[in-house]
């Protein structure tokens, strides 16, 4: 695989230094999350399916994002792979570039770039860069639970702050509590957007299509403890699922439970479903909700997104319930309990509401 000459368990030790300067090594958590090291040999698609994380030494870890208007420039992943297991995930793809397939490898071969945070002080600090704002979890979430073992985002966030430097935080994972103090002080000294991906706070849709996250309710405590603190924390309504989430009591539900968090803002994002993602959550559709297939078939039958009457429809239902639990207002804008320079727009998702043509993969 074209990854595996990057693994810390065989990589040269000398070239490695040549890097850097034998740095220390970071302090790590005392349970591995769930996770086993894969063994020496090489990491294969497929196999027993139980876990593993597989430590590499990255080469790079600013992505500076192509095209000529993207909706950031500069991205941060300090994994890739993600055990919260979402069917819709659209980062899926991603693995096939390892080798690996977009399904049940996604979910459980994680690789750990477990020399982010060195390597991000020493990006941060050439010459070359001009201090842009840098997104984080934006293909997949750096509060997955291996982030409870390996402990790269203290790093990460610590040398942000240092250099003063502006950067955005979107995830699913209660863990981002943890580094609460370090984000407060990285908002004093730079901007710093905060948001949290909640579609639905349905708990037997959660259970079934995020089953690896943290609930919903747990998720929009986050957003109260990030309130409670004076740090504004906007609130990604996303994915709403066409025929489980969609319904005018469901987005109330989850609309009032969002407000009563204290979320500054509110964004809401119809399903998107890329190749890689859409063959995955297809199968998972036709396993527990095959009476939904005709209707997705008609909906995404001609590429990636649902047709735009269909989103323009459910977005202005969101919108309303938002208005009415006074989100998205002039005063949804302040946070609570002090002046910090936190950015109230959410990170960018990586998921623009941009119409995608393709050819049908099955629905």
């Not at 810390?8 to 996770?35: H, I, V």
């Not at 502006?166 to 948001?195: W, Y």
């Amino acid at each position: 695989m074209r990854w595996e000459n990057l693994r810390e368990d065989t990589a040269d030790e000398t070239a490695q230094q040549t890097l850097f300067e034998a740095p220390p090594l970071p302090e790590r958590g005392t349970g591995r999350a769930g996770l086993r090291a894969p063994g020496p040999g090489p990491v294969e698609s497929g196999g027993d399916g139980s876990p593993v994380a597989v430590e590499i030494r990255a080469r790079s870890i600013l992505n500076k994002v192509p095209g000529e208007d993207p909706m950031f420039r500069w991205t941060l992943n300090p994994y890739r792979g993600c055990a919260h297991a979402c069917v819709y995930c659209f980062a899926r793809r991603t693995h096939e570039y390892l080798d690996l397939d977009s399904g049940r490898d996604f979910d459980t071969r994680i690789m750990v770039k477990v020399n982010a945070g060195e390597l991000l002080r020493a990006e941060l600090a050439s010459p070359g860069w001009a201090g842009e704002p840098v997104a984080m979890g934006t293909n997949t979430d750096p509060y997955q639970r291996a982030e409870g073992h390996y402990r790269l985002m203290p790093q990460i966030i610590g040398a942000l702050r240092d250099a003063a430097n502006p950067f955005s935080l979107l995830t699913k994972g209660r863990l981002v509590l943890r580094d609460l103090d370090l984000i407060e002080e990285a908002s004093r000294v730079t901007d710093v957007g905060l948001a949290v991906s909640v579609g639905s706070v349905d708990e037997a849709v959660w259970r079934s299509v995020e089953p690896g996250t943290p609930s919903p309710r747990a998720r929009l405590d986050v957003v109260r403890r990030f309130a409670e603190r004076g740090l504004s924390c906007s609130v990604l309504m996303a994915p709403i699922l066409p025929g489980l989430t969609d319904s005018a009591e469901q987005i109330e539900e989850t609309v009032a439970a969002i407000a009563e968090a204290g979320a500054a803002r509110l964004t809401p994002i119809v399903l998107h479903l890329r190749p890689g993602a859409r063959e995955w959550y297809r199968s998972w559709l036709q396993r527990e909700h095959a009476h939904l297939v005709p209707l997705y078939r008609e909906l995404y039958g001609r590429g990636s997104y649902a047709p735009k009457a269909y989103s323009d429809a459910v977005v202005a239902a969101v919108h309303e319930a938002a208005a009415r639990h006074g989100l998205n207002g002039p005063a949804a804008h302040r946070p609570r309990g002090g002046d910090r320079r936190v950015a109230t727009e959410p990170p960018a998702s990586g998921s623009p509401q941009r119409p995608v043509q393709q050819l049908s993969l099955g629905f």
